[in-house]
């Protein structure tokens, strides 16, 4: 840490918004911490735009430039090392981190689920495909969930839930957008009080 703030990365697939939502709240005082680097597995990302106006170093990280997965996961583990990197937050990040990087930050790498895990969680749940499945089934409430990061998608230890109604007539557009402002509100304050060690990551 630098001067006392923790220096983040984060990860994003897309438009960046969870980003977006750390860098105002850094700016409000809400989380006491640096987004110092920010890592994308999409060029195109419109994450990146926002990193770049911020004047947040980037990289993207695609797997198959590289020789082997472990080529891959030292590299970014160098990379994020270089940027001096004590947490990682996962906005949006739709692929697993390498084995390395994992093992490397573990209990200081945080994810982001538009639904209340363990339901609706694994490896292709994401996005509209997890709002379509909360209508499907009928449930009368969903949300999101901040949980620490492990070697298999939505399964490491829950840190905090919040809770949204599902309402007659919801679409997956609207139940996103009530359950994506939940998560711009949560997500920071969550990765604010595992800094401070306000969490038992055991268990």
Known sequence: MENGRARVAV????GG???????????AGILNAEIAFVVSNRRDAYGLERAAKTGIDSFVFKLKKYDSPDDAGKDLLEKLREHGIDYIALAGYL???????VRAFSGRIVNIHPALLP????KGMYGHFVHEAV??????????????????YDHGKVLEQAKVPVEP??????LA????????????R????LIRGEYSLNG
């Open 11 to 14: 990860f994003i697939s897309g």
């Open 17 to 27: 918004t969870g980003l977006q939502a750390f860098i105002d709240a850094v700016k």
């Open 95 to 101: 692929k697993l981190l390498p084995v390395d990087v």
């Open 119 to 122: 339901k609706y969680g694994g």
């Open 135 to 152: 209508l499907a089934s009928g449930d009368k409430e969903s949300g999101c969930t901040v949980h620490l990061v492990d070697e298999i």
């Open 169 to 174: 007539g919801d679409t997956p557009d609207t």
């Open 177 to 188: 957008a009530r359950v994506q402002a939940e998560e711009h509100r949560l997500y920071p």
């Open 190 to 193: 969550v990765l604010e009080k």
